[in-house]
């Protein structure tokens, strides 16, 4: 069962992704800002980090650096980023993998089971 640290900022949003994973046999775990994700990133260890890039506390760039630090999990962004400007700020080298919002579930779920491939 993949362990997911899903970093996100809206609650709604959260749930619904944290139900439609916990629905495929994922343990999720959820962070509402990037340092209470960096911080829960090097407790809870897990297989892969779901980020949302526009996070109140922290730029994208600094949002991804901090979770970095803290885990050597690969990160899956899961943002409504445009992709142009993820590209333009050298972010797509840095992250696993990126699912655009509005998002398929299906891609989402794709995407996460390839990173979480072992």
Do not use: W
């Not at 994973?21 to 775990?29: C, D, I, K, T």
């Not at 090097?42 to 803290?70: G, H, I, T």
């Not at 962004?77 to 990126?98: C, F, M, N, P, Y």
């Amino acid at each position: 069962m993949p362990k997911i640290l899903l970093i996100e900022d809206e609650p709604q949003h959260a749930a619904l992704v944290k139900m439609r994973l916990e629905a495929n046999g994922m343990q999720v775990f959820c962070s509402r800002t990037a340092a209470g994700g960096a911080a829960a990133a090097l407790k809870d260890r897990p297989d892969l980090v779901l980020l949302d890039l526009l996070l109140p506390d922290m730029r994208p760039e600094e949002a991804v650096q901090a979770v970095s630090r803290a885990s050597d999990s690969p990160i899956l962004a899961l943002t409504a980023l445009d992709l142009g400007e993820i590209h333009r700020r050298k972010l797509d080298s840095q992250v696993a993998g990126i699912v655009t919002k509005p998002y398929d579930p299906a891609v989402l779920l794709e995407e996460i089971r390839r990173l979480t491939a072992k």
